[in-house]
């Protein structure tokens, strides 16, 4: 079932039970870092992208942290998300 | 110290004992959804952008799955990283 994101966010319903032990472990997720192994020599890891330097029609860019080829997406988030209920994908830039 | 991300990732110099820990803990990690908030209806989260109708000089795109305004960096990472001892970054757009 589909639970609109404001439900899940917010505390404005805090009738049902799974709700309130899903916000738990969303704050629990939150207490911890999100890239295991990129740059980690680096303070914040920043890239830029030339939009007028694209080479191809569609470029995926990495949002999982886990990608081989960062800060381009190669497909890891799959993994990823297969491997702890997670959700998340890459940017595509379109030429 | 800042050391070599290749040292860090890899298992070809496990004589030093802190980066054994340090490859341990971000193995841990790894096992973690990143997303706590963002469209959590939704299998994959990803947001397409046209190169050619970016508005500004320069846009940023939230990374760290932390903004209000995703898939646009609004500063959120900042807390984070301080936070978690994390070190992530958006993906800057330069028109
Ligand atoms: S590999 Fe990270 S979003 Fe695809
Ligand atoms: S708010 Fe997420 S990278 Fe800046």
């Known amino acids: 079932v589909?639970?609109?994101q404001q439900q899940r966010r917010g505390g404005t319903r805090s009738g049902r039970a799974f709700q309130v032990r899903a916000e738990s472990a969303e704050?629990?997720?939150?207490?911890?870092p999100i890239n295991p192994s990129i740059k980690k020599?680096?303070?914040k890891v920043v890239?830029?992208?030339?939009a007028g330097e694209l080479s191809?029609?569609?470029t995926a860019y990495c949002r999982c942290?886990?990608?081989?080829?960062?800060?381009?997406?190669d497909g890891s988030h799959v993994k990823h998300n297969k491997?702890?209920?997670d959700n998340v994908g890459p940017l595509l830039l379109k030429k």
């Not at 704050?27 to 911890?32: E, G, H, L, N």
């Not at 890239?47 to 030339?50: G, H, S």
Request: glycine letters at 6%.
């Open 2 to 4: 589909a639970v609109p």
């Open 27 to 32: 704050v629990a997720t939150t207490s911890a």
């Open 41 to 43: 020599d680096s303070d």
């Open 47 to 50: 890239d830029t992208v030339l």
């Open 56 to 58: 191809k029609p569609l």
């Open 65 to 73: 942290w886990r990608s081989g080829t960062f800060p381009l997406c």
């Open 83 to 85: 491997a702890t209920g």
